[in-house]
């Protein structure tokens, strides 16, 4: 038996039925290919991998992440085709895995993991991250800052921020060429929540 429909005092609007669940970021916003930042074989190339946790400190399964960033000379431009479509299906075949492109979409895994594959930005020792998940009203925006890249002391945002709250945007070493960037959307009791930016 369902519960009674409220009824609202006159000139009062009456309550609405609860969303659904939402919204499914994993669902329409990967394409194939996303995390193929870098052109395949490319010997610079360097791999960004993590986990997105939540403030428990457990995986988020159905996240999305997003990379911007420049090419290794610093040019923002980028290369079109990232949303390339088959002109006989009209299904979203991806890159074509031959230019830097300067952006990825990756959904997190079972395990809330990520990974793309690019090459080191020029200008800046970051790669800027977006990520959207279930329960933020608005997308968050980040940096990972490469730990072996040249300005990071020079770097204004992160030199202003103390030392624990700095750790939180600087990339691990785990291999030759591998950064390791977890992302914590709260402060989970034994780590501190990743800094995210403000652009409003």
Known sequence: M?????????????????QTVGPFYGYALPFAGGGDIAPAGHRGALVLHGQVLDGAGAPVPDAVVEVWQPAPDGSRHGAPGSLRRDPVTGAVTGRHGLAFTGFGRVPTDADGHYAVRTLPPGGVPYVAIIVFARGLTHHLHTRAYLHDAAGLVEDRLLSGLPEQRRATLVTTPEDTGVHRFDIRLQHDGGHEETVFLDFG
Request: proline content about 29%; charged content about 0%; hydrophobic content about 35%.
């Open 2 to 18: 369902s519960a009674p429909t409220p009824t609202a005092a006159p000139g009062a609007l009456a309550p609405t039925p609860s």
